[in-house]
């Protein structure tokens, strides 16, 4: 038997400003800076946009299909992982939205997986398996999928599908049966095979691999005319499916591919209401959720990535490169973590939420100057004219979060000493 497992990453960041447009001249308090440097008309337009064009249709076509195959031996499942930051605007700009991923909660067909709040980088920050920014961003993002949406998340997709064994060991001791993994060629020793369950060496977790080839086919080639295979219709990806020789197949992808990436006039919604139907044709197939996959099947073999080698599910290289690949990311990724001391010390609860804001992947992601298709996939992400633009930005917010937070802390500590003398 094999089983398949969709699984669809919903995010938006909370943009900033352009770098020049931004001025903290005169900013300071953290209800001040917040204004300044977040383009929230940018960031609205944006959500409402991708909600109408994918969001909403797409949601009611997976509830349709939970509820056609609910009577049937083989159901349709899904999962989903959503950051706080997500689940904010959903609760903002689109209270109907959420109210369907409430449904999907109820309905025993859908899993939602955990991750950190801010979709940040954090998992990089710390030693070994204590990581106190990470382990709180994934706490936080944990209680809200539970308190809002409804559901206890049991497995982990760090940000990007960013994974190394340490980080799988962190996510373990945090109580998680699972973790998503890209399915990269250089973890899988020749003879391994995405299609199998894994897990890190000592370690009882369970390692999902992402099939990046059939992903992508979905994701990236279903428009492309150039592909030998177009066009690719639900009863042909099907068969692919169906001559998979493991036990899962994990299709993992941007939600937003439906009808965002791939406008509706590709037929990618035609697509997406015949596939279920054609997947559950094959007698050897049905579908699960990373929950059900990882009590199903047994282990297949170990995976070690040491932290020098950490994959990911971004560029032609599926490493961290596409958010610390060059200075001016490595920069601000560094000094993002220096100023965490005293943005903690401040304790301000506003300040330290800005912090987390800009700790949001997608902000390393706006500087990247790879060149070629890669090159042309962070363009067509990125809001702003040009890399050092966004770099601009990022640089005059730091300053400011960090002038505040020591102006706070010099505030109190005035203030201490003038009552430890009353």
């Not at 919903?10 to 300044?36: F, M, N, S, W």
């Not at 999907?104 to 070994?128: D, R």
């Not at 943005?343 to 912090?355: E, T």
């Not at 962070?378 to 002038?403: C, D, L, N, R, V």
Request: with cysteine; glycine share 6%.
């Amino acid at each position: 038997m094999s089983s398949v497992c969709f699984y669809f990453q919903v995010h938006q960041p909370r943009r900033l400003y352009q770098g020049h447009v931004i001025d903290v001249g005169g900013v300071c308090t953290p209800e001040k800076l917040d204004k300044a440097i977040f383009d929230d008309g940018k960031n609205k337009e944006v959500f409402l946009k991708v909600l109408n064009k994918c969001y909403l249709p797409t949601n009611n076509i997976m509830l349709d299909k939970i509820d056609e195959f609910r009577n049937d031996k083989k159901k349709f499942k899904i999962c989903y992982s959503m950051p706080g930051i997500f689940v904010e605007q959903m609760e903002k700009w689109s209270p109907d939205l959420l109210e369907t991923f409430k449904q999907m909660a109820k309905s025993g067909c859908v899993e939602f997986l955990n991750e950190t709040y801010f979709h940040s980088l954090s998992s990089f920050w710390g030693k070994q398996i204590y990581r106190p920014e990470f382990r709180e961003q994934v706490e936080l993002n944990h209680e809200l999928i539970r308190d809002v949406i409804g559901y206890d998340p049991k497995v982990f997709r760090n940000t990007e599908l960013l994974y190394n064994t340490e980080i799988a060991q962190t996510v373990e001791k945090l109580g998680y049966k699972g973790i998503f993994a890209e399915g990269v060629e250089r973890v899988l020793d020749g003879w391994k095979s995405p299609e199998h369950l894994y897990s890190p060496p000592n370690s009882n977790i369970r390692v999902l691999l992402r099939h990046y080839k059939l992903s992508d086919d979905m994701s990236y080639r279903f428009s492309a005319r150039w592909f030998p295979e177009w066009p690719i219709t639900a009863e042909k990806f099907s068969s692919w499916v169906a001559s998979c020789q493991g036990e899962t197949i994990n299709l993992c992808m941007d939600y937003e591919t439906f009808g965002e990436h791939l406008w509706e006039d590709t037929g990618i919604f035609w697509y997406l209401k015949a596939l279920p139907g054609e997947i559950l044709k094959w007698d050897h197939v049905d579908f699960a959720t990373p929950s059900e996959t990882i009590d199903r099947y047994p282990v297949r073999g170990e995976i070690d990535v040491d932290s020098f080698s950490t994959i990911s599910w971004a560029d032609m290289e599926r490493d961290p490169s596409a958010w610390l690949g060059n200075n001016m990311q490595r920069l601000i990724f560094n000094e993002l973590e220096r100023i965490g001391k005293f943005v903690k010390k401040a304790d301000d609860a506003q300040l330290i939420k800005i912090w987390r804001y800009l700790q949001t992947s997608d902000h390393l992601y706006y500087m990247c100057t790879k060149s070629w298709s890669d090159g042309d996939v962070h363009k067509y992400f990125s809001p702003y004219g040009t890399p050092h633009e966004a770099f601009e930005g990022m640089i005059k917010a730091i300053s400011q979060i960090e002038y505040i937070a020591n102006r706070i802390i010099r505030k109190r500590g005035l203030e201490n000493y003038e009552n430890s003398n009353m």
